[in-house]
């Protein structure tokens, strides 16, 4: 056999079993990732999502953080201006995670319409630059340590 | 001042458009005043780039409030070296400050060619103007950091209290060289395929580029490792976000680059590959840019959205399509010179490491833009997260770390049974007696093990590379051990550089086998109430608070809270964990709080302890995370770091002829390496 075509097996013994493992992490780790409204428009027509591991991006809604006095969980409720669900989420919240930002959480939806996150993300939408003109428009938004926007 | 900036902006943007113009033009018309014109253009953008960025300096130093962007990333009571780093904490900063450095590089590039790869330059020039001007058509037009307020607020926002830290203030700037840097040998592969010189020649020009991105790169990746690690708090230094992906992206492509460039040189193989990663790994870092920039993707790091996401969508486009339509119509000037001989050859180990290095970054890319690819075929966003990398990663990583100890000792073309027997012996059962002594000792982790097995092998051949070279050197020139030593890395500056930047990798690579063995606490702690735990070395701990305490520090009111530590008995140092609340020159609270992580660093783990919150009766709420082997990534950075200059340092004899493929080719091909 020609070195070349040894090099071309010695290749696709390593391409074939990587190209599997990427798809099957892909499909083993893969999670929807909704706004609050595709999600509840998805839930209404494919119950199937009730309690599936879901990534959902959403803003939290100010004024709804109700925080655990030891830090170790906290509750509130998300939204994308249009649907809102109530989230519970056990764990420390990092330092961003505040009225009005956005947030990323992973878990499940239970039967009860409460979203039990297992993970949560926060980004200030005042971390880098001003806040998108799309979320000035929407309910509670306040810029920076409410002043007004420069 | 600040007018001047301004305008001077306006006229880099012009002094670029009229170089890329004239390059073009004169490269493809051969005249001598265009090209000499344009080389003027791209000394003179830089000179109206550096006007620009000294006006957004004097803008952020004078707390001029009436332009957004002082007031939106500076306040008056912020620390004056924040005021400086302030220039590359926003948007529209760090796209001027890119466009410095690339206006920079341009300048140097196109200065130490003005005498050699005459065919070439002018689209070297033009390629890299035209790059530049869309840097400064964006910053222009798209996210201008001269932008005024119709206001004049009594005082700024702030820097966001994660970016005040002295890692922050270098992190980017570095990345960014790196990133930046990957635009030369991208215009070189460009010109080169233009004016079909695709010999040694523009290879041995950019290999030196490559090595600067890539040595940038490495520092900058590492440093946002360290970053992430002591200013957010989590516990780890890595998280697969988009963000970080998109700076390790350019640095598995450049990696490749590097070695592949090697078996062009020795035996003109792989041409077509090379110009190809030069090109995507330029393609990488604008796509980088694009995602961070863009919002399509969401990340914890990401600048907001803004649409300046699609200038970027558009010129990668067009860099894509320029580059395929090149790369295509020159493939007969792209033919191998030679073939591949043997499996058993060092050239079949550097195309493993290559296609591996690619196949990671493949996967990583896929991993992060699958978001978008599922949203546009199945109509859903669907992510992987961190567990798709570790799982793909892992293997294709230790597959990687073996063949470092592999490539470098195998023969060119064909390796014989006895020069495999030569090298491997010693070095294959020093990885197995480690793996052994760590079973023995009790490590279980099926990963970890094999992880230290394959660093054991590695840092074996290394060892005894090095310990050849200089028995070899004692013997010919009587000089002792240590003399030997540096004069063999002197002397062979890229071989042995290389094995150090190898050492780095070990280490790095044995560093994060450590986070397998983690340890993590929440813990909630009254004043005076003491903690035990077993760290995972097997070792006994006892945390006992002091109590919270609060008080007033510069910008900030903090919180915090200590804790005397003992190891089996022993006092330790006292950790400290912080509350910070950021506050502007009038005492209203900015951004978020932000924590500030006690840390009881050592060799074998850090120790460390984070205040999540206080709740009722002053009881501390802490995590405590005990991370085995962390200050290794760190030195396995600088010990990359090194080796990488020390290939890069110039060397001065580089006109003693070489053996292989460069020997073959024109007299003046090989002294053109110190571009």
């Known amino acids: ?150 | 001042m600040i007018l001047v900036g301004e305008l001077a902006l306006w006229v880099a943007m012009l002094m670029a458009a009229w170089g890329t113009t004239v390059s073009f033009a004169g490269g493809a018309t051969g005249r001598g005043t265009l090209i000499a014109s344009g080389e003027r253009a791209s000394y003179a953008t830089l000179a109206f780039v550096i006007l620009a960025s000294l006006g957004l300096w004097s803008a952020l130093f004078a707390s001029d409030f009436s332009i957004k962007y002082v007031a939106s990333f500076t306040s008056s009571n912020l620390p004056k070296a924040y005021k400086f780093t302030a220039l590359w904490a926003g948007q529209s900063g760090s796209l001027l400050f890119w466009s410095l450095i690339l206006a920079l590089y341009a300048a140097i590039a196109t200065f130490n060619n003005r005498r050699r790869n005459r065919e070439m330059m002018p689209y070297v020039t033009g390629t890299l103007s035209a790059v530049t001007l869309f840097f400064l058509l964006v910053t222009c037009l798209g996210s201008n950091p001269y932008e005024r307020l119709d206001w004049l607020p009594p005082d700024g926002r702030g820097m966001n209290p994660q970016l005040q830290n002295p890692g922050m203030a270098i992190h980017p700037p570095t990345l960014y060289l790196g990133y930046v840097a990957t635009a030369i040998p991208f215009a070189f592969a460009v010109a080169a395929l233009l004016a079909r010189r695709l010999n040694a020649e523009w290879l041995a020009a950019v290999r030196r580029w490559a090595l600067l991105s890539w040595f940038f790169l490495t520092i900058g990746v590492v440093l946002g490792m360290w970053w992430a690690y002591v200013e957010l708090g989590w516990g780890g230094y890595w998280a697969w976000d988009p963000v970080e992906n998109s700076s390790f992206l350019p640095w598995l492509t450049t990696t490749a680059f590097l070695h592949s460039i090697m078996i062009q040189e020795k035996r003109g193989m792989l041409r077509k590959w090379n110009v190809t990663l030069v090109i995507s790994t330029f393609l990488l870092s604008i796509l980088g840019t694009f995602i961070t920039r863009s919002g399509v993707i969401s990340s914890v790091h990401s600048f907001a959205q803004s649409p300046i996401g699609y200038w970027f969508a558009g010129f990668l486009v067009l860099a894509i399509a320029v580059s395929a339509y090149l790369v295509s119509t020159r493939l007969s000037d792209l033919k191998a010179q030679a073939h591949l001989e043997s499996m058993v050859s060092r050239e079949a180990s550097f195309l493993f490491n290559n296609l591996l290095l690619v196949g990671i970054a493949f996967s990583i890319l896929w991993g992060t833009l699958f978001p978008i690819l599922s949203e546009a075929v199945r109509g859903t966003k669907i992510t992987v997260g961190p567990p798709f990398f570790n799982q793909v990663n892992i293997p294709l990583g230790l597959l990687l770390l073996g063949l470092t100890g592999v490539g470098p000792l195998i023969a060119w073309r064909r390796a014989s049974p006895a020069n495999l027997q030569r090298q491997f012996t010693g070095p294959v059962i020093g990885g197995f007696v480690v793996g052994v002594l760590l079973f023995a000792l009790g490590m279980r982790d099926a990963y970890a093990l094999i992880a230290y097995t394959l660093a054991g092998f590695v840092l074996a051949t290394i060892v005894q590379e090095f310990a050849k070279g200089v028995g070899a050197r004692r013997r010919m020139y009587e000089e002792n051990a240590i003399l030997a030593l540096l004069r063999l890395i002197a002397r062979n500056r890229r071989r042995y550089g290389g094995y150090i930047v190898h050492v780095g990798i070990v280490v790095l690579f044995a560093a994060f086998a450590g986070l397998a063995f983690k340890k993590e606490f929440d813990i909630t702690l009254a004043p005076g109430e003491r903690f035990a735990a077993t760290d995972p070395y097997g070792d006994q701990w006892t945390f006992v608070s002091n109590g919270v305490s609060r008080f007033q520090q510069l910008n900030r009111h903090v919180t915090a809270v200590a804790l005397q530590t003992t190891r089996n008995g022993k006092s330790m140092p006292l950790i400290t964990s912080e509350k910070r609340q950021h506050v502007d020159s009038r005492g209203a609270p900015t951004f978020e709080p932000s924590t500030e992580v006690g840390i009881l660093e050592s060799l074998r783990q850090d120790v460390y302890v984070v205040l999540a919150g206080v709740s009722a009766n002053e009881n501390a709420e802490i995590r405590v995370t005990f991370n085995p082997l962390v200050w290794w990534v760190w030195f396995g950075g600088v010990i990359m770091a090194i080796g990488g200059l020390i290939v890069m340092w110039p060397q001065a004899d580089l006109r003693r002829p070489q053996g292989g493929y460069l020997a073959s080719l024109k007299p003046e091909a090989e002294v053109v390496g110190g571009s």
């Open chain 1, 1 to 150: 056999m020609k070195a070349r075509t040894k090099f071309l097996v010695g290749a696709l013994a390593i391409v074939l079993p990587a190209g599997w493992l990427m798809a099957k992490s892909t499909t083993d780790t893969g999670v929807y990732y909704l706004t609050p409204s595709e999600l509840g428009t998805k839930i209404a027509k494919d119950p199937s999502l009730y309690e599936t591991g879901i990534k959902v991006g959403a803003r939290v809604v100010p004024g709804s953080i109700v925080r655990d006095p030891g830090g170790r969980s906290v509750a509130f409720v998300m939204t994308d201006g249009a649907k809102t669900f109530p989230v519970t989420y056990r764990g420390l919240a990092p330092d961003t995670f505040t009225d009005s930002a956005d947030v990323v959480v992973e878990g499940r939806l239970g039967r009860d319409g409460t979203f039990r996150a297992t993970t949560l993300l926060a980004k200030c939408a005042s971390r880098y630059e001003a806040a998108p003109d799309k979320y000035k428009a929407m309910p509670g938004y306040r810029n920076g340590a409410g002043r007004p926007e420069p």
